[in-house]
């Protein structure tokens, strides 16, 4: 019997899910895709700031599979670089943080939007 799939926490969807070059027509054989969960390891590590380990803690997932994704994902950003792809942002094995209060750890967005809003109410 296989092993039941393990989701990936991701806190919130990207804010825009296609780039590219400007001007260039959709063209699915110059598209590369990037899943949520591909894009969610990416902010947390690169932008973040967090270690594999800090980022599959909040991922809910193995270091190891966080290495494997963060591989893949930096492999589709340098391929839509170089070769000036398109990049899209979708799909994946992930569920959305359900804590939207609070936020599901240190790097969540939900808990950035959350205090943001409080703070310009002021």
């Given at each position: ?88 942002i979708e799909g994946g094995e992930y569920r ?7 936020g599901c750890g240190r790097g969540c967005r939900v808990r950035k939007r ?9």
């Amino acid at each position: 019997m296989a092993r039941p799939m393990k989701w990936r926490r991701v806190c919130c969807l990207p804010d825009k899910n296609i780039f590219g070059p400007l001007g260039s027509p959709p063209n699915e054989e110059r598209r590369v895709t990037m899943t949520i969960d591909e894009y969610e390891t990416i902010r947390l590590i690169d932008l973040d700031g967090f270690t594999q380990e800090e980022c599959a803690k909040q991922m809910n997932v193995a270091r190891t599979t966080i290495q494997g994704i963060y591989s893949e994902a930096r492999k589709k950003l340098a391929e839509f670089l170089v070769e000036g792809k398109v990049l899209s942002i979708e799909g994946g094995e992930y569920r959305l943080c359900e804590d939207s209060g609070k936020g599901c750890g240190r790097g969540c967005r939900v808990r950035k939007r959350v205090r943001c809003f409080a703070e310009d109410k002021r």
